[in-house]
């Protein structure tokens, strides 16, 4: 499976959009780029998947480049809730979380 | 309530006892996943499970032995628990394997190993 690079961490304000991005320049033609979430002391919960084209959803929009080497994950309006950490995956058959990007959304 | 559910949810236990995490899922999904959350080492998979009595390692099976007698059931057993499988177990279910697949996890149970 392909590798990712998140960014640390990353702020976010409160009702703003939180724009998180992921490069995946390894990609190949058959692996889908996965996004799941953490949220402190809970298991990881599924945001959206995609291959090629963008996707939305009831949580966030995915962005993919056309190259497909990186791509970004949209939540429109962060709320506190929002705050955890952010998993970019790039899967053939395993799911492999790496360090992930953790999310803080300020009042 | 429909879901993923894990118990115990905490559990201390001694060096060489045995110990066995419970997971229960109601969506009748057929694959089943036990994974492990370490700092430093993110989720790493131990077993997983096609269908009842279909199960297979995962990358750190060592120390770990599953079963799956029905659907809904894939317990995880500490044979012989050891200070290293301290961590948080994740149980996590889909209904397909491959890609385009969606896992959902369990709460997580937190196994202390003293």
């Known amino acids: 499976d392909a590798k990712t690079t998140q960014p640390p961490s990353m702020d976010c304000a409160e009702g703003r959009a939180a724009n998180l991005p992921c490069n995946h320049s390894?990609?190949?033609?058959?692996?889908?780029v996965y996004w799941y979430r953490q949220i402190h002391s809970q298991g990881p919960q599924y945001i959206i998947h995609?291959?090629?084209n963008n996707e939305t959803n009831e949580m966030a929009s995915l962005i993919i480049t056309e190259d497909r080497k990186s791509s970004t994950l949209i939540l429109p309006h962060a709320t506190l809730r929002d705050t955890a950490v952010y998993y970019c995956?790039?899967?053939?058959?395993?799911?492999?979380f790496g360090a992930g990007t953790t999310v803080t959304v300020r009042a | 309530d429909a879901g993923i559910t894990q118990s115990p949810r905490y559990k201390i236990t001694e060096t060489g006892r045995q110990v066995t995490l419970m997971c229960h899922q109601t969506?009748?999904?057929?694959?089943m996943f036990w994974y492990r959350q370490d700092l430093g080492h993110g989720l790493r998979l131990i077993y997983y499970?096609?269908?009842?009595?279909?199960?297979d390692k995962g990358e750190v099976p060592d120390g770990y032995v599953v079963s799956r007698s029905k659907t809904e059931n894939f317990p995880l057993t500490l044979e012989s628990a050891t200070r290293s499988q301290t961590s948080v177990y994740f149980c996590?279910?889909?209904?397909?394997?491959?890609?385009?697949?969606?896992?959902?996890f369990g709460p997580g149970t937190r196994l202390t190993v003293l």
């Open positions: 996590a279910s889909s209904d397909r394997a491959g890609v385009p697949d969606t896992q959902y």
């Open positions: 390894t990609i190949s033609g058959n692996e889908y």
């Open positions: 995609g291959l090629k």
């Open positions: 995956i790039v899967r053939g058959y395993k799911l492999s």
């Open positions: 969506w009748s999904h057929s694959y």
């Open positions: 499970s096609a269908a009842a009595d279909i199960t």
